[in-house]
C-alpha cells in the first residue's frame, strides 16, 4: 500500500511527514542500544527479506494502492521494535528514492502506516500474546500468525485515516466503503503474511533461539549462548 | 559494494548527470518532487513544464524514454485508480461522451497521474544515474544515521545473497527429482521459506564477520566519504532544475 504521489494533499503529508521523522529519531536512539554484532546482520537481512517479498504487490484497484506483504511482525519478532520499524523504514525509503515505488513526497505517511504502525501493532500483539500462551514452538508460531494478521489489517487502516483528513478527491459517503475494501483485502494479504511470518520464525527459532529478539527480551537471565559461527551447517 | 554491485536499473553510460556527487542529486530529486506535490492542480501549464524539465535531464543522462516509460508500469495500479475517480467522485458532475462525471474526480484523477507519474520518473532518473553504493554514500554525507545508512548497506548486500541463495536451493530441489512448473513452484518454494531465511543469514552472518575482520566499523570507509564530495559548483549546477520547478510551482499557486 505504496501511496503515491497526489493522492494525499500536500499538508497532510506534511504533517506526517513531521511525525515519522520524529518517531524514527526516537527509534534510532533506541535502536543504537540493541544493534550489538549479532543484530547487525539480522537487520541487514530482515530488511532484504522485507524488500523482496514486497515485491509482491496485489493491485487493490478501487482504492488506488496496491496490496503487499508488510513484514512488521517478522522484523518485530527478529530484530525488535526500534530496529525493526527502521528496517520498515529503509525499505521504503530505498523503494521511494530508487524504484518510484511509493511518492517521496508521500513517504511520512508510508512510513507511518507501514514502518510505525504496523511495527507497533504487531509487537504490543507479540509482547502480550507471548505472555499468556504456552512456550512452545506452537505458541510462538501462533503469535507470529496472528500479530501479522492484525498488524497488516491495522496498518491498511492508517491509509483509511489518512485519505479522510486529506484525501485530495472527496469520495462523498464512499469513506466506510474504502475501509471495508482495505480491511478485506489486507485481511487476505494478512493470512499469507501471517503463514509466511509464523514459518520462517518457528524454523529460526528452533535451529538458532537466540536469534529472536522477542524470546531474547523476555528471558534476560539466561546467558546467550554464543554458537560456533558458520558451523551450524 | 565494489565494482559489479550496481542495481538493475542502473545505466552504465558517460554522462555529465552521471558524474554528479549522488548527495547532490538525491537532494534535488526530493526537493523537485515536493514541488511538483505542492502545485495546485488546476495550473495545467505548470506540470507540462515539469515534464519538459524531466524531459532535459533525461536526455543530458542520456535514459531512453523507452526505457523510462517501460519502467514507470509500476504506477499502473494507481492510473487504474485515477480512471476510476470521475465515476467515482462526488460534488457537481459533468457529461462527457455519455457519461456522467464528477468533476472533483476529473481533477482528482488528473492530479494522481500527473503527480504520481512525475515522480516516478524523477525517481527513474536518479536510479539510472546512480549506484547502489553511491547512494549509500550520499545519504550518509546528508547526514542520514549511521545506524540507518547500516541498515541500509546490508539491506542491498544481502538482497544479491538471499537471491544467490534461492536459486541455489531450487537448483538442489530441481536436481533431486522436483520437477516444478509456474505457480506450483510456490508451495516448494513455501515450504522452504524458513530454511531460506536461516541460510541466508548464516552466510550473511559470514560475510559480516569477515568485513569486521577488515577493519569495518559500521560506517563507510573515511575515503569514500571524503573523495568526490559535492564541490559548490555541483550544487548549483543540480540547483538549476528543482529551483526552477519551486519557482513554477510558486507562480501556479499565486496565479490559482
Keep these: 500500500m505504496h501511496i503515491s504521489n497526489g493522492i494525499i494533499n500536500g499538508p497532510v503529508a506534511g504533517v506526517f511527514a513531521a511525525l515519522a521523522l520524529a518517531a524514527l529519531s526516537f527509534c534510532v536512539l533506541r535502536g543504537r542500544r540493541d544493534l550489538d554484532d549479532r543484530l547487525a546482520p539480522m537487520a541487514g537481512l530482515v530488511a532484504a527479506f522485507i524488500f523482496a517479498v514486497q515485491m509482491l504487490n496485489f493491485p487493490i484497484f478501487t482504492a488506488g494502492v496496491s496490496g503487499h506483504l508488510l513484514g512488521g511482525a517478522l522484523a518485530a519478532l527478529l530484530v525488535g521494535p526500534w530496529v525493526g520499524a527502521l528496517c520498515v523504514a529503509v525499505v521504503l525509503v530505498v523503494q521511494a528514492l530508487v524504484f518510484g515505488d511509493g511518492g517521496v513526497a508521500m513517504l511520512g505517511l508510508n512510513i507511518t502506516n507501514m514502518a510505525l504502525i504496523g511495527t507497533a501493532a504487531a509487537y504490543l500483539l507479540i509482547a502480550g500474546l507471548l505472555r499468556v500462551l504456552p512456550r512452545t514452538p506452537f505458541g510462538l508460531s501462533v503469535t507470529a500468525f496472528v500479530s501479522a494478521l492484525v498488524s497488516v489489517v491495522v496498518a491498511s487502516q492508517g491509509f483509511v485515516l489518512q485519505y479522510w483528513l486529506g484525501g485530495t478527491t472527496d469520495l462523498g459517503g464512499n469513506l466506510a466503503g474504502l475501509a471495508g475494501t482495505m480491511a478485506g483485502f489486507h485481511l487476505l494479504i494478512g493470512i499469507g503474511e501471517g503463514l509466511i511470518t509464523a514459518t520462517t520464525v518457528a524454523t529460526v527459532a528452533k535451529v538458532r533461539p537466540d536469534l529472536v529478539y522477542a524470546l531474547r527480551a523476555l528471558k534476560p537471565a539466561t546467558p546467550a549462548t554464543v554458537p560456533a559461527v558458520g558451523g551450524a551447517r | ?256
Excluded at chain 2, 522436483?178 to 508451495?187: G, I, K, S, V
Aim: aromatic share 8%; hydrophobic share 55%; with cysteine.
Design chain 2, 1 to 256: 559494494m565494489g565494482a559489479g554491485h550496481a542495481h538493475v536499473l542502473y545505466r552504465e553510460v558517460p554522462s555529465p548527470v552521471h558524474r554528479l556527487a549522488p548527495e547532490v542529486k538525491i537532494a534535488a530529486m526530493v526537493l523537485f518532487t515536493v514541488a511538483v506535490v505542492a502545485t495546485p492542480r488546476e495550473a495545467l501549464w505548470a506540470f507540462a513544464g515539469y515534464a519538459v524539465l524531466v524531459a532535459l535531464v533525461a536526455a543530458l543522462a542520456r535514459v531512453g524514454a523507452g526505457w523510462l516509460l517501460l519502467r514507470s508500469m509500476i504506477e499502473l495500479p494507481f492510473v487504474l485508480f485515477a480512471f476510476a475517480l470521475p465515476l467515482l467522485g462526488a460534488g457537481e458532475r459533468v457529461e462527457v461522451a455519455g457519461l456522467s462525471l464528477s468533476v472533483d474526480g476529473l481533477y482528482g484523477g488528473w492530479n494522481i497521474v500527473a503527480k504520481g507519474t512525475l515522480g516516478v520518473l524523477a525517481s527513474l532518473l536518479l536510479a539510472a544515474t546512480t549506484t547502489t553504493r553511491d547512494l549509500i554514500v550520499g545519504l550518509d554525507r546528508l547526514r542520514c544515521p549511521q545506524i540507518v545508512t547500516q541498515i541500509a548497506t546490508f539491506m542491498l548486500r544481502y538482497l544479491d545473497v538471499l537471491v544467490g541463495e534461492a536459486r541455489r536451493m531450487r537448483v538442489a530441489r530441481v536436481s533431486r527429482g522436483d520437477d516444478p512448473r509456474f505457480l506450483w513452484q510456490l508451495r516448494g518454494f513455501a515450504a522452504g521459506v524458513g530454511a531460506l531465511f536461516l541460510r541466508a543469514f548464516e552466510r550473511g552472518e559470514r560475510v559480516y564477520l569477515a568485513m569486521l575482520s577488515r577493519g569495518y566499523s559500521g560506517r563507510m570507509p573515511v575515503v569514500w566519504r571524503g573523495a568526490g564530495a559535492a564541490t559548490a559548483g555541483q550544487w548549483l549546477a543540480a540547483a538549476t532544475v528543482p529551483v526552477t520547478a519551486v519557482l513554477i510551482a510558486a507562480t501556479a499557486v499565486v496565479l490559482t
